[in-house]
């Protein structure tokens, strides 16, 4: 009896992780969504490339806020609760997204939509290894192949319907409601797998202990740039690649943004388990060389030069995002995790937004065409400084001990738009 106790709580606890799984890949579909609509957005709201990357911004800092505060929450109140509320907070911003008319009512789902997606990458990735405390590692990279291939394909199902279904407003974010639903519902059967409840709420103050401030300027380096370039893409790439290739509806657009997230979600797949420090290094080395690739990819205005930049830039995102997220984790003091991963976040969401914005407001003045080309040499030599910075700290010797893997899945952030 005890036996088939045992195997059939070890059959729903495996279920459960499933499950949490398949949330980190459908809510990061929610969120890249929007994105190949934006143009739409543009053309028949009259939006400029500001707003658009303000949207995106909004985003951004939502979920931001809700990372910093879901931890401590959940640790307090119990996973399921955030999990399922994140659900229902999805598909209300979904809701919000169809019945949208006016430019703020894009603002409020878009903020809606980080705080629940946030919410629930927190929630989850702790559920996760509540559930398999022994196997933080394999769980980090899990996630992030789940998140990158999530978005990408969310975005390109978005697109498709956008141009082949009725409605192009109304029918993706539709689409993606009914298996939101579905998802919130079987959330519900899966049991709380945080048992020890704090009896206060404490959020971490950022803070990098000196010992360590090196290796945080590595990693920043190179999963901020990483960031920068997941904020441009998501947010004026795709309008800029299907303008150069003549092109018109959302497709195009979305297949190159698709190509470089699976191409990243492949990379971590394949190399997960090498030593995390090279990785980044290459990574930053490959995005260097994949952005200034893309330059004369997008003026030439062939497709598949486009695609193959991108593909490129998204196996260096995959190589430098992991490898330095797991390359800080090795690192950290057991006694200042929590400030330097608020720390490490805070950075990256800044890096994936205010240049967003800033480009943005860049467009809206001059050409769009212009103002990526001097993007992409800024952030060619940031990654070019990050590798260098890595090259150094490898040659100084190995890393300290390593502690707590796990870190990465605790804090690992959504690919948004």
């Given at each position: 009896?005890?036996?088939?106790?045992?195997?059939?709580?070890?059959?729903?606890?495996?279920?459960?992780?499933?499950?949490?799984?398949?949330?980190?890949?459908?809510?990061?579909?929610?969120?890249?969504?929007?994105?190949?609509?934006?143009?739409?957005?543009?053309?028949?709201?009259?939006?400029?490339?500001?707003?658009?990357?303000?949207?995106?911004?909004?985003?951004?800092?939502?979920?931001?806020?809700?990372?910093?505060?879901?931890?401590?929450?959940?640790?307090?109140?119990?996973?399921?609760?955030?999990?399922?509320?994140?659900?229902?907070?999805?598909?209300?911003?979904?809701?919000?997204?169809?019945?949208?008319?006016?430019?703020?009512?894009?603002?409020?789902?878009?903020?809606?939509?980080?705080?629940?997606?946030?919410?629930?990458?927190?929630?989850?990735?702790?559920?996760?290894?509540?559930?398999?405390?022994?196997?933080?590692?394999?769980?980090?990279?899990?996630?992030?192949?789940?998140?990158?291939?999530?978005?990408?394909?969310?975005?390109?199902?978005?697109?498709?319907?956008?141009?082949?279904?009725?409605?192009?407003?109304?029918?993706?974010?539709?689409?993606?409601?009914?298996?939101?639903?579905?998802?919130?519902?079987?959330?519900?059967?899966?049991?709380?797998?945080?048992?020890?409840?704090?009896?206060?709420?404490?959020?971490?103050?950022?803070?990098?202990?000196?010992?360590?401030?090196?290796?945080?300027?590595?990693?920043?380096?190179?999963?901020?740039?990483?960031?920068?370039?997941?904020?441009?893409?998501?947010?004026?790439?795709?309008?800029?690649?299907?303008?150069?290739?003549?092109?018109?509806?959302?497709?195009?657009?979305?297949?190159?943004?698709?190509?470089?997230?699976?191409?990243?979600?492949?990379?971590?797949?394949?190399?997960?388990?090498?030593?995390?420090?090279?990785?980044?290094?290459?990574?930053?080395?490959?995005?260097?060389?994949?952005?200034?690739?893309?330059?004369?990819?997008?003026?030439?205005?062939?497709?598949?030069?486009?695609?193959?930049?991108?593909?490129?830039?998204?196996?260096?995102?995959?190589?430098?995002?992991?490898?330095?997220?797991?390359?800080?984790?090795?690192?950290?003091?057991?006694?200042?995790?929590?400030?330097?991963?608020?720390?490490?976040?805070?950075?990256?969401?800044?890096?994936?937004?205010?240049?967003?914005?800033a480009a943005g407001w860049a467009a809206s003045r001059w050409d769009l065409d212009g103002v990526y080309s001097v993007?992409?040499?800024?952030?060619?030599?940031?990654?070019?400084?990050?590798?260098?910075?890595?090259?150094?700290?490898?040659?100084?010797?190995?890393?300290?001990?390593?502690?707590?893997?796990?870190?990465?899945?605790?804090?690992?952030?959504?690919?948004?738009?």
């Amino acid at each position: 009896m005890t036996t088939a106790i045992g195997a059939a709580t070890t059959l729903r606890h495996d279920s459960a992780y499933r499950l949490l799984l398949a949330l980190m890949g459908v809510a990061l579909a929610v969120s890249g969504a929007p994105t190949p609509l934006y143009s739409t957005y543009e053309k028949a709201w009259q939006l400029s490339p500001l707003t658009i990357t303000a949207l995106f911004a909004t985003y951004a800092v939502a979920a931001l806020s809700a990372i910093v505060v879901a931890g401590p929450l959940t640790d307090a109140l119990g996973r399921k609760p955030a999990l399922v509320g994140s659900g229902v907070g999805m598909f209300a911003g979904l809701v919000m997204f169809v019945v949208a008319h006016q430019t703020w009512e894009l603002f409020v789902a878009r903020a809606i939509h980080g705080a629940s997606i946030g919410t629930a990458v927190v929630a989850g990735a702790a559920a996760m290894l509540d559930l398999r405390p022994t196997e933080g590692d394999r769980t980090g990279r899990l996630t992030g192949i789940f998140f990158a291939a999530g978005m990408g394909l969310g975005i390109l199902v978005s697109a498709l319907l956008a141009d082949h279904a009725p409605d192009a407003l109304v029918t993706p974010y539709a689409v993606l409601g009914l298996l939101m639903v579905g998802v919130t519902l079987a959330l519900t059967t899966i049991p709380e797998t945080h048992r020890v409840r704090r009896t206060h709420i404490h959020v971490a103050r950022p803070h990098v202990p000196g010992p360590i401030g090196n290796d945080f300027r590595f990693a920043v380096l190179s999963a901020g740039t990483s960031w920068v370039l997941i904020g441009m893409y998501l947010s004026l790439f795709p309008g800029l690649a299907t303008g150069q290739v003549g092109l018109h509806g959302h497709t195009f657009g979305a297949v190159v943004v698709a190509a470089m997230m699976l191409s990243a979600a492949a990379a971590q797949a394949v190399v997960g388990r090498h030593a995390a420090r090279p990785l980044g290094i290459t990574g930053d080395a490959v995005m260097a060389v994949g952005v200034l690739l893309s330059v004369p990819a997008v003026r030439s205005g062939h497709a598949g030069l486009i695609v193959g930049s991108a593909v490129v830039l998204g196996v260096g995102f995959g190589l430098a995002f992991s490898g330095a997220l797991r390359h800080l984790a090795s690192v950290l003091p057991a006694d200042a995790r929590g400030g330097v991963m608020s720390a490490f976040y805070i950075c990256c969401y800044s890096a994936m937004a205010l240049p967003a914005v800033a480009a943005g407001w860049a467009a809206s003045r001059w050409d769009l065409d212009g103002v990526y080309s001097v993007f992409a040499a800024a952030v060619a030599v940031v990654c070019l400084a990050g590798a260098g910075l890595g090259v150094r700290l490898q040659r100084s010797g190995p890393v300290a001990s390593p502690l707590a893997v796990e870190v990465p899945a605790l804090g690992k952030c959504p690919e948004a738009t």
